[in-house]
């Protein structure tokens, strides 16, 4: 257990419909990330926050998506208008101050049906 | 452009023998490398990481290397064990004193230790 958690675990959707995800970091984490890994791939960079700052987007993450991390604890990750192709795990990583060994959470694993 | 390879999809050991997983990086800024064990439906979970300034790093039965020259480094598990089997992923970023630093990841190598 790292400290990371992430709701829900599994999420099951229509294309069309719109979907939000939790990332509760490790309290005293002031970075956060997003990842994305789908089948056969490693996980891919989609966002960073610096505390309730969102510092820098992958050019990944289109316009379907957005990120917030109010007051700077958890962070949450919406996909509007879901497409097949999102289909994937969403990952939240988050370091402690200083280092880059990033601690991963559970993930969360959509479907796009 | 992918700038972190494990040509290796796969690789199978047998139980207490040495296992050796590579990867590549074509990014000459990266100065930390980390590597990852994941397990189907759970998140990577951190196994033991490099700086730039090294060559070699140990933690019990997992040990690091780095050839800067090269660009490649290698992770050698000893001995093997059947809990080690799972998905391993090398990982870079760039700025090892830089807050910010996203990791890129390698395509993974599915490690199966028999037993």
């Known amino acids: 257990d790292t400290g990371v958690s992430q709701n829900p675990r599994h999420k099951i959707t229509k294309r069309g419909q719109n979907v939000t995800f939790r990332c509760d970091p490790i309290?005293?984490?002031?970075?956060l990330y997003w990842y994305r890994q789908t089948l056969g791939q490693g996980p891919e960079f989609l966002t960073y926050?610096?505390?309730?700052?969102?510092?820098?987007k992958s050019r990944l993450l289109s316009d379907r998506f957005s990120a917030e991390r109010p007051k700077g604890s958890f962070s949450t990750l919406e996909i509007q208008r879901t497409e097949q192709g999102d289909s994937a795990m969403y990952l939240c990583a988050s370091p402690p101050g200083g280092y880059n060994e990033q601690f991963f959470g559970p993930g969360t694993r959509l479907t796009v049906l | 452009d992918q700038q972190v390879k494990q040509n290796s999809p796969s690789l199978s050991v047998q139980e207490g023998r040495i296992s050796i997983l590579n990867c590549d990086y074509t990014?000459?800024?990266?100065?930390?490398f980390l590597w990852y064990k994941k397990y189907p439906a759970e998140g990577p979970t951190f196994l033991i990481s490099?700086?730039?300034?090294?060559d070699k790093n140990e933690d019990g039965r997992f040990t690091v290397f780095l050839n800067k020259s090269a660009k490649h480094l290698s992770l050698h598990i000893v001995p093997s064990q059947p809990g080690d089997s799972a998905v391993y992923f090398c990982?870079?970023?760039?700025?090892?004193?830089?807050?910010?630093?996203?990791?890129?990841f390698g395509e993974g190598t599915q490690l199966t230790v028999n037993p």
């Open positions: 990982a870079a970023s760039v700025g090892r004193e830089t807050s910010g630093s996203r990791l890129t």
């Open positions: 309290s005293e984490h002031n970075r």
């Open positions: 926050f610096q505390n309730e700052a969102q510092l820098e």
């Open positions: 490099i700086s730039s300034i090294k």
């Open positions: 990014n000459s800024m990266f100065d930390y």
